[in-house]
Nanobody, 120 residues
Framework: VQLQASGGGLVQAGGSLRLSCAAS????????LGWSRQAPGKEREFVAA????????YYADSVKGRFTISRDNAKNTVYLQMGSLKPEDTAVYYC??????????????WGKGTQVTVSS
């Protein structure tokens, strides 16, 4: 499966953004999906994950209550709705997919990232 993330940009602290990740080349519902991010000078970190059906979602403590992951299996797209953004959310955001794991660190399909910059 190929993944293409979009929707990043520059936003003020407290604002919102919605990231999208469109998938092609596979049966979308066969994949668990997730988002990770990497800030300059830092290691990549888990942000959120969603199960194959979409019924289960998981979040990093740092984004819980502010971010929402969702998927539309009819549109082959996974979303990350980000609210109450903070400067520390600034990073390149990556979407990922796996047929076998909900652990984003173990996902084996990755899209190119999209830059999110939050100004104070």
């Amino acid at each position: 499966v190929q993944l293409q993330a979009s929707g990043g940009g520059l936003v003020q602290a407290g604002g919102s953004l919605r990231l999208s990740c469109a998938a092609s080349g596979g049966t979308f519902s066969n994949y668990a999906l997730g988002w990770s991010r990497q800030a300059p000078g830092k290691e990549r970190e888990f942000v959120a994950a969603i199960s194959w059906s979409g019924r289960s979602t998981y979040y990093a403590d740092s984004v819980k209550g502010r971010f929402t992951i969702s998927r539309d299996n009819a549109k082959n797209t996974v979303y990350l709705q980000m609210g109450s953004l903070k400067p520390e959310d600034t990073a390149v955001y990556y979407c990922a997919a796996s047929m076998t794991s909900l652990d984003v660190d173990l996902m084996n399909y990755w899209g190119k990232g999209t830059q999110v910059t939050v100004s104070s």
